[in-house]
């Protein structure tokens, strides 16, 4: 991976994460015990609007849950991925066609042409790292 495609310095991280106010959770789940629902929780409790994305879903835990980020019908600054890795072009088109700021592979989730796609089209690109152990290592 080209380190121009993807966001590492801690200083742009923090500056995504103080930046950002609404987020998509593409694989919102309504598992209580999954870390797409225990990352949302940690990232509500600390100010941000959490939209959950899951074209399963009408609602999670009482929030829409949209089947797209781009059904969302607002401006999203992250899209926040739990999906596994061979679904991320889908994703990363969609947060394309959103005209989101950033996407966010969460921790284990890598893919390098969802990364390539998302970055040639003026995204900054997270990936492999957990927004929530970020948000804790970075702004305390």
Request: aromatic share 6%; glycine share 4%; proline share 4%.
């Amino acid at each position: 991976m080209s380190p121009s495609l993807t966001v590492e310095e801690d200083s742009q991280i923090q500056e995504i994460l103080r930046n950002a106010r609404v987020i998509a959770l593409v694989g919102a789940s309504t598992n209580p015990s999954r870390d797409s629902y225990i990352i949302r929780q940690f990232l509500i409790k600390h100010g941000y609007e959490v939209i959950p994305v899951n074209p399963k879903y009408t609602e999670v835990f009482g929030a829409k849950c949209y089947p797209t980020v781009a059904d969302i019908g607002k401006q999203v600054d992250v899209v926040d991925v739990f999906r596994r890795s061979e679904f991320l072009e889908e994703t990363a088109l969609d947060a394309v066609q959103s005209k989101a700021s950033v996407l966010w592979m969460q921790l284990g989730i890598e893919n390098e042409n969802a990364a390539r796609i998302a970055a040639d089209a003026g995204l900054r690109v997270v990936m492999n790292r957990c927004i929530m152990v970020e948000h804790r290592r970075l702004l305390r």
